[in-house]
């Protein structure tokens, strides 16, 4: 690959959602193509860009050929709130609409800024949901690869599904029965299915449906994954894309400096050197990390069940809030019920964001109770770290299944509750203190030998990711194949 490089100034063109979950892997993989030679533009609004600058300028000062170019994002033509380019800077739910509306007005600024780059780009990578960029792609005859986000089983699972359309056939939405045609013998009901299997419901029908024909037309697909985890399902789905799937993660792993762990996605609640110093006084593997995602704000009621069960379970905890510390009635039973004074020794709470890999990667930290979005999945997978699974929407409940069944490195916190982003803050409650306290004090019972194989096979699969990307890794040699796949796409135009 290295001749054809040499031949060629690649350049790649990244154009990621705006949402931090789908930010932040694309900046990484936008490092990974870097590393090899590649000029990775990285295209993105005004709020979005200014958010992950000091990563990307870090890059640049180390030498690495990534760009970065915004967009103006059209807030005011939509009915947006000044400022609201990314989906969790919603006010609610009710802005979603809108807010696609304007991710659906770049297009042609994206096209406008392609014509006037040099070099011009040999591929778009875009994320799944801006299926407007197949028409972008198609205008500057270059391949349009997609990245979702989501793990192989998931991917294979909505291929199987809709294939067959035995989820439309059963009588109700909590019918259970087996994903078809799959490695493992796997048991889901309708409701925790993933919106991308829901084309038909909703206001969001027609976006899924173009979403669809955006996959359907897209010339390959990279997946933050790797050989070695999801071996059967890799094969499988790379099938359905006629071989042009690549799996090039964990793609986090490409973060080696402290500052770049601190610096992924929003500027930390914390300071860095106080986080640490906080675990560092712990003993190793008798914290347990407690954090539901970047999109997730729960009822007060909820966060309280949370509370109490933290500190009932006599572990040592760091509990990342989102959401509460704006609530007056949620930061009054912090301070006067004496739950801060309280847990002052015992517990660390970060009210906003947190540097998710850099806490997991501590020693200190021995379990991860975790939403199953498929970012925090291999960011704990990575870190050698057993989970509790607290599912919610999305494809958050096939992750639960990975976790809990087929890498058998997690335990349920039990929620069979789906519930929609943006409305998880109006369902009074989901799990209670008992259920909570208990898994934790499941997962973080050192006497169980149960527990301990669990920890050991959690910690190999960490080893296998680190291993899948270095140099002669299965994830590094996957990206390679990719990069010198797009090298034979300019060959053969050019003859």
């Not at 799944?128 to 270059?142: C, D, E, G, N, R």
């Not at 194949?481 to 034979?488: K, P, R, S, T």
Request: charge should be negative; aromatic fraction near 8%.
């Amino acid at each position: 690959m290295a001749s054809a490089l040499e031949n060629q100034q690649l350049h790649f063109i990244l154009v990621p959602m705006m949402a931090q979950g789908h930010m932040i892997p694309m900046i990484d993989i936008a490092k990974l193509l870097a590393c090899q030679g590649v000029i990775a533009t990285i295209v993105t609004t005004h709020h979005n860009a200014l958010r992950h600058k000091a990563l990307i300028d870090r890059a640049m000062v180390n030498g690495l050929p990534i760009r970065l170019l915004q967009l103006r994002f059209p807030t005011r033509e939509v009915g947006l709130p000044d400022g609201c380019e990314s989906i969790d800077a919603l006010p609610s739910r009710d802005y979603t609409q809108r807010f696609f509306a304007a991710a659906d007005m770049l297009q042609h600024p994206l096209e406008d800024l392609i014509a006037e780059m040099n070099p011009r780009p040999n591929c778009i990578i875009s994320d799944f949901i801006l299926a407007w960029t197949s028409v972008v792609a198609t205008k500057f005859q270059i391949p349009r690869i997609i990245f979702h986000g989501i793990s192989c089983f998931t991917l294979l699972s909505v291929h199987n599904l809709r294939r067959s359309g035995l989820h439309e056939s059963v009588s109700s939405d909590d019918e259970p029965f087996f994903i078809p045609d799959f490695p493992h013998q796997i048991e889901i009901t309708r409701n925790k299915l993933p919106g991308m299997l829901k084309e038909s419901q909703g206001d969001m029908a027609p976006l899924r449906r173009r979403i669809r024909e955006g996959e359907e037309s897209a010339y390959g697909v990279l997946i933050n994954s790797f050989n070695e985890l999801e071996a059967k399902y890799y094969e499988l789905f790379k099938e359905t894309k006629h071989g042009k799937a690549w799996c090039i993660g964990p793609v986090s792993l490409c973060n080696k400096d402290e500052l770049d762990l601190v610096d992924r996605g929003n500027k930390a609640s914390i300071d860095k050197n106080k986080c640490l110093e906080w675990l560092d006084l712990r003993e190793p593997k008798s914290v347990i990390y407690f954090c539901l995602g970047s999109m997730n704000s729960l009822t007060v009621q909820q966060l309280i069940e949370i509370g109490l069960a933290l500190e009932a379970s006599d572990h040592p905890f760091v509990w990342v809030i989102k959401g509460g510390e704006s609530n007056e009635e949620f930061r009054n039973w912090l301070s006067e019920e004496g739950f801060e004074e309280r847990n002052k020794e015992r517990g660390m709470l970060i009210k906003g964001w947190a540097p998710q890999v850099l806490i997991l990667s501590h020693r200190a930290v021995g379990g991860f109770l975790t939403h199953c979005g498929w970012n925090s999945t291999l960011e704990g997978l990575c870190a050698g770290v057993p989970m509790v699974t607290w599912p919610m929407f999305g494809e958050q409940f096939l992750n639960e299944k990975v976790i809990v069944e087929v890498l058998r490195v997690g335990y349920r916190v039990g929620v069979d509750v789906f519930v929609d982003w943006g409305v998880e803050s109006k369902v009074e409650f989901l799990v209670g203190k008992e259920n909570i306290e208990r898994s934790v004090r499941r997962l973080m019972d050192k006497s169980s030998e149960e527990c301990e194989e669990m920890r050991r096979r959690v910690e190999e699969i960490g080893e296998m990711g680190r291993r899948a990307m270095e140099d002669g890794g299965s994830s590094h040699f996957n990206l390679s194949l990719f990069i010198q796949d797009i090298v034979d796409q300019i060959s053969k135009k050019n003859t």
